[in-house]
Each structure stands twice: as structure tokens, then as C-alpha cells.
């Protein structure tokens, strides 16, 4: 079947609209217009680090079957985009794009790029060009650097996410949500669903802190999943539409694995192994800090205030520990922790050797040895015993930072096949 796939990139603000729903509004009118989109649309998440996003670097797409009626697609896409984008905001930049056909390797290979690196609009357009994509900016267009990545990208693994939207005279105002029926929807549908709450701070995770006309959204394994929740979960306000993506979210797509520290590059996503160079301490602001180091550098890695209690997680690191890392290099060329694993702990430490009458000895002095106060007994050696200690962590285990700081593209421990 020839296919048209459909992209859509920043027609949002931090005042309002949101791009999932404006993509929502076009298929309805598809829809009236007896034009059905195939398999869900999509939003795909993007480079975490990229500058000019609004909150989560999302874009969205989705695929028609390319007959008569797209060139009446094309027309309603565009006039959709042109009517409910927020224009008015400097950063909001649309971007259409409409391409007919097989997604080729090098499309991929671009998603991928949007994912790990920086690109301009113009090496966006260049691109979109030589592959045979139509190509529609709006003010700058800066949203054709998303929408090209968003029809691109192989979703190798994905989830769901249920999107419910408010009635506009509601914008901004407090969401009627009743939480108890949040709790008891994650307590039936989790881990089928996943992100819903975070039980350590109390937050309802499925309701946005924004004045977009999201109410609620729900992220999931399984669509069946979604439904189940959404009968669940009950409301005090109209909802005039919803609507279901298939997602990058939650899948660490954002992630590359490298062999050493040196690897890394600043605004890049990284799985990495190092040794835990330095006790992690805590500085003012409550950030978290230590070092990691391999043969090849060290890096500072950070546990952030919002992460909350994973800083306690943290604090039980000690030098000498080998763990892998998880997360991305930001402003300050800080690795950003998202979850770790032990590899090996550092369950050994060296102390004075303890007298045979019981006592712990004190130094003679440099080089001196030791001796007892209690009896008095001296030995030559200077040489430290070692003991085994009891750590709070456990070797192979994960451990990750809360729901509440969780990132849209992380891994959540519940997706993923450890045990
Ligand atoms: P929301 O999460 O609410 O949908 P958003 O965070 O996605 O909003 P956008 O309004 O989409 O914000 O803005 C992100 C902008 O960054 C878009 O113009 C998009 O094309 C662009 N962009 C995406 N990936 C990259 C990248 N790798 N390099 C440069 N720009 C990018």
C-alpha cells in the first residue's frame, strides 16, 4: 500500500496547546472526512537537550493511505496547524511534513541523530529535500527538525500513552481529578500501566503541572491496559476528546552504550561502567555530587534535588565501588544520573587491628605500628586489617530515581528484564 506519513513539530507553548492535541483534532476531521489514519499516531521524544524545546521534546506523527483523498489530508493538516498553533510565542516554530513511501535507513539514521545530537533547521530542510519530503515551515520551522524524526524513527520498542483533553474554558485552571481513583487504578493496572504515582512524594504523576489542555495521560504496555485504566480513573470535568500514541517513551532510546568515560560528550545520553572515586556529598540547592573513573578519565555524576530520596540511595556509595551509569551530560558537564547498577561493591574496609585483649589499637605513630591503650601491647607492623562491612546496596541490583523526576525517554526498572 503507498502510504503518506504525516509530522508535526511545535505548534505548542508554555501557555498552552500541546502538540498531541492539535494531531488529535486533525484526525477527527479526518475522520469526518472518511479518511482513517493507519496503526496509532505517534509521539516520538527527541533530544532531551535540545534547546528550544517547550517541555518534553515531543513530536508527532502518523500515516494515511496515500489515494485520492490525501491531497484533502494535506489541506486539513495544514489548515489545522495554520488555525490552533500558538503563533504567538517567539519559540513556537511549526513544522509540517509530509512524505510519500518506504522510510529509508538514512531517514532512520537521521531520528537517531535528532535523538543523540543537535540539528539546525537548515541541515533539517537539506536533508528532508534530498529524501523527497514536502515540506511546510511556519514562521521559522523549526519544527521540521521534529517532524522529519518523527516519521523516521524505528520504534524497535515503545509504549502507549492514553491522552485525555479538557474543555477549554477549563485551560488553566485546576484539574477535577479524583485521585483516590488514580490510586486505585495503578493498584489494578500497574505494571501494565507504569508512572502513574509517585508513592514516595505523594504526586499523581498522570496529571500535568502545565496549562495545556492535556487533563491526564496514562503510560502503558499495553492499549487493553489503557482502557481498563481509563474506566478507572474518574473525573470531574468534561472530557471532549482522547486519544491513544505509540511511544518512544519510556524505552531509553535516548541511550548509547560506550566502552569508557572518554567516550562522552557533552548533551549526550550514555550507559557507561566506572569506579566511585570519592564519598558522594551533598552541597547547597541539596544536589548530590561524586566522581566516577575508568582508565580512560572521570566524570562528575549528579544526583539532582528533584530526585529526592534516590540522593539517600546515592549517599550509600563508597570509593572502590564499580557501577554502571545511566543518563545524560548537561550544562555543566555534569552526568545526570537517571538509574544505576551495581556491579561489584567495595564491601571492605581497613582498619587498626584489634589487641588480644579485645581493644581496638591506635597508631604508635607514622610508620611506628600499633599499640594498645588498655594493655599496652605493642606490634611492629603498621599494616591495616581489613573487614567486611555491611552495605545498604546490593551487588547487580538497579536502583532509580523516583517518578516524579523520571524523564519521558528513561526506562522505568519495571520495564525492564531484570529481576
Ligand atoms: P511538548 O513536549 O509539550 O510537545 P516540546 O518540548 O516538544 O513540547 P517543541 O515545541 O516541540 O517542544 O519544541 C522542540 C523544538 O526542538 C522543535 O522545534 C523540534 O523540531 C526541535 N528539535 C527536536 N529535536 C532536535 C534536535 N535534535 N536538535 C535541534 N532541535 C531539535
Given amino acids: 500500500m503507498n502510504v503518506l506519513h504525516i509530522g508535526i513539530d511545535d505548534t505548542d507553548s508554555p501557555d498552552g496547546m500541546c502538540t498531541t492535541f492539535l494531531a488529535s483534532q486533525i484526525i477527527n476531521k479526518l475522520k469526518e472526512n472518511e479518511i482513517d489514519i493507519l496503526d496509532y499516531p505517534r509521539l516520538i521524544r527527541l533530544n532531551p537537550f535540545a534547546r528550544f524545546k517547550t517541555r518534553g521534546n515531543g513530536g508527532v506523527s502518523f500515516k494515511i ?38 522510510i529509508t535507513g538514512e531517514m532512520e539514521d537521521y531520528a537517531f541523530r535528532a535523538i543523540y545530537e543537535f540539528i539546525t533547521i537548515g541541515e533539517a530542510e537539506e536533508f528532508g529535500k534530498s529524501v523527497g519530503c514536502e515540506i511546510h515551515k511556519f514562521k521559522k520551522g523549526r519544527g521540521i527538525i521534529g517532524s522529519i524524526a518523527a516519521i523516521s524513527l524505528p520504534l524497535s520498542d515503545f509504549t502507549f500513552e492514553l491522552l485525555t483533553y479538557r474543555s477549554s474554558e477549563n485551560y488553566g485552571t485546576k484539574r477535577q481529578i479524583d485521585y483516590e481513583s488514580v490510586y486505585e487504578m495503578d493498584k489494578k493496572t500497574f505494571p501494565d500501566t507504569f508512572e502513574n504515582i509517585d508513592y514516595g512524594e505523594n504526586y499523581i504523576a498522570i496529571e500535568p503541572k502545565t496549562p495545556c489542555p492535556v487533563l491526564y495521560g496514562i503510560r502503558s504496555n499495553t492499549v487493553e491496559a489503557l482502557k481498563t485504566a481509563k474506566g478507572i480513573v474518574s473525573v470531574g470535568e468534561p472530557v471532549v476528546d482522547w486519544c491513544i500514541f505509540k511511544t518512544n517513551q519510556h524505552t531509553d532510546m535516548h541511550i548509547q552504550k560506550v566502552d569508557n568515560i572518554d567516550s562522552m560528550k557533552q548533551f549526550g545520553c550514555y550507559e557507561v561502567v566506572g569506579e566511585v572515586k570519592n564519598k558522594p556529598k551533598i552541597i547547597d540547592g541539596g544536589h548530590m555530587f561524586f566522581y566516577i573513573f575508568d582508565e580512560s578519565g572521570e566524570i562528575e555524576c549528579g544526583a539532582y534535588e528533584p530526585t529526592k530520596s ?57 610508620n611506628k605500628g600499633f599499640k594498645c591503650k588498655k594493655c599496652g601491647k605493642k606490634i611492629e607492623s603498621s599494616k591495616k586489617v581489613p573487614i567486611i562491612i555491611n552495605r545498604n546496596l546490593k551487588n547487580s541490583k538497579f536502583y532509580e530515581t523516583p517518578v516524579s523526576a523520571r524523564r519521558h525517554l528513561s526506562k522505568p526498572l519495571c520495564r525492564m528484564d531484570i529481576n
Avoid: H, W
Fill in 310 to 366: 534516590f540522593r539517600n540511595t546515592v549517599s550509600d556509595l563508597r570509593p572502590g565501588d564499580i557501577i554502571r551509569v545511566f543518563g545524560g551530560i548537561g550544562e555543566q558537564n555534569t552526568f545526570n544520573i537517571e538509574k544505576f547498577q551495581v556491579i561489584s561493591l567495595n564491601d571492605v574496609e581497613y582498619k587498626n587491628p584489634v589487641c588480644e585483649c579485645g581493644k581496638r589499637m591506635t597508631s604508635a605513630g607514622k
Fill in 65 to 102: 493511505e496515500n489515494d485520492e483523498k490525501a491531497d484533502l489530508a494535506r489541506r486539513i493538516v495544514l489548515e489545522e496547524v495554520e488555525k490552533l498553533s500558538m503563533f504567538d510565542c517567539d519559540n513556537t516554530n511549526p513544522g509540517v511534513i509530509f512524505y510519500e513511501g518506504e
